[in-house]
């Protein structure tokens, strides 16, 4: 099993930064095996694609709507996952959930193809 917790979450103002973390831990878990990615759910809408990045760290890829704003990296010494958020707007505003994913070919993109969700945390940009 695999345990995901995300953290920084918070309320800011419009054209402000946050920075999430998502730490993640199991018997089973190590870096090299697992995609991380990160979704996003507003209210009474469908939990979206944000980013995701490969265990290598390289070419993270985007959703068209947070790319030049956002920018994942990851530490595998510290099993950790990071979406700095910059630039933030209101339509930004939602739960934020870090997932895990075996695939290793290329930055995983539908909810499917993650195995392991966090609980989320909860970002509010206000205008």
């Known amino acids: 099993q695999v345990q995901l917790v995300e953290s920084g979450g918070g309320l800011v103002q419009a054209g402000g930064s946050l920075r999430l973390s998502c730490a993640a831990s199991?018997?089973?878990?190590?870096?090299?095996?697992?995609?991380l990615g990160w979704f996003r759910q507003a209210p009474g809408k469908e939990r979206e694609f944000v980013g995701a990045?490969?265990?290598?760290?390289?070419?993270?890829y985007y959703a068209e709507s947070v790319k030049g704003r956002f920018t994942i990296s990851r530490d595998n010494a510290l099993n950790t996952v990071y979406l700095q958020m910059n630039n933030l707007k209101p339509d930004d505003t939602a739960v934020y959930y870090c997932?895990?994913?075996?695939?290793?070919?290329?930055?995983?993109?539908?909810?499917?193809?993650?195995?392991?969700w966090g609980q989320g945390t909860q970002v509010t940009v206000s205008s």
């Open positions: 199991g018997r089973t878990y190590r870096s090299s095996s697992y995609a």
């Open positions: 990045i490969l265990w290598s760290g390289d070419e993270p």
């Open positions: 997932a895990a994913s075996p695939k290793r070919l290329r930055p995983p993109r539908r909810r499917y193809e993650y195995d392991y």
